[in-house]
C-alpha cells in the first residue's frame, strides 16, 4: 500500500527519482574478441595477389579496455609468417593502436592496409590484437590470454604462373 502511495505520488511531481542505481563491481578488463566469419578478406583460405597489389585486412572486435586500474587502447599488429617465429625474428609489417571502448560500445573494425613486395611464392598474414599495456607485445606477452589473432594466407604470383599445390606442405616461403 505504501508503494502504490509513494508511486502515485511520483507520478504526479516531475523529475521525481525514486533511487539511485545500484553499485556493481568494478569494471573488468576483458581480453579481445575477433569475429573472423566478417573478416575481410575471408581468413584461413589462399588469396592471390600480385606484388604491388594493396589489401586492407579487416576484422571487427569487441573488448572492454577499461578496468579499476585504468584504461588500455588495444595494439594491432600484422606479422608476416607469425608461426617462423620460433625461428627467428617477427616479421612486423605494420601496426595501429585502436582507442580504448567497452564491450557496450559494441564491435569496433580494426583495419590495416598492406601493400605486397613480396617475391612469388606463400605467406600468411596474422593480426594479433592485444591491450598494448600487455607486456612488450607481440615479442613479449604477460597475459597470453589477452590475446586474439587471425590470420590469413596469401599466394603472391606476379606472372599468373606459380604452382600453388606445395603451398600447404611446404609451408611458407
Known amino acids: 500500500m505504501q508503494l502504490t502511495a509513494a508511486l502515485a505520488a511520483c507520478s504526479s511531481l516531475v523529475g521525481c527519482l525514486l533511487s539511485p542505481p545500484a553499485d556493481y563491481e568494478d569494471e573488468q578488463r576483458i581480453p579481445p574478441r575477433l569475429e573472423v ?35 588500455s587502447r588495444l595494439l594491432a599488429v600484422l606479422i608476416r609468417n607469425f608461426d617462423g617465429y620460433a625461428d627467428g625474428e617477427l616479421d612486423v609489417q605494420k601496426f595501429r593502436f585502436i582507442p580504448a571502448a567497452r564491450l557496450d560500445d559494441g564491435p569496433r573494425e580494426v583495419s590495416v592496409s598492406y601493400t605486397f613486395d613480396e617475391t612469388d611464392g606463400c605467406y600468411q598474414y596474422t593480426l594479433f590484437v592485444t591491450h598494448s599495456d600487455n607486456g612488450n607485445p607481440p615479442e613479449e606477452v604477460a597475459r597470453p590470454e589477452d590475446v586474439a589473432i587471425v590470420t590469413w594466407w596469401v599466394i603472391v604470383d606476379s606472372d599468373d604462373e606459380l604452382d600453388y599445390s606445395g603451398c600447404l606442405t611446404e609451408g611458407q616461403q
Open 37 to 71: 566469419l566478417t573478416a575481410e578478406p575471408v581468413p584461413y583460405t589462399f588469396h592471390v595477389f600480385h606484388p604491388g597489389d594493396s589489401v586492407d585486412f579487416k576484422v571487427w572486435v569487441e573488448s572492454n579496455d577499461v578496468s579499476a586500474d585504468g584504461e
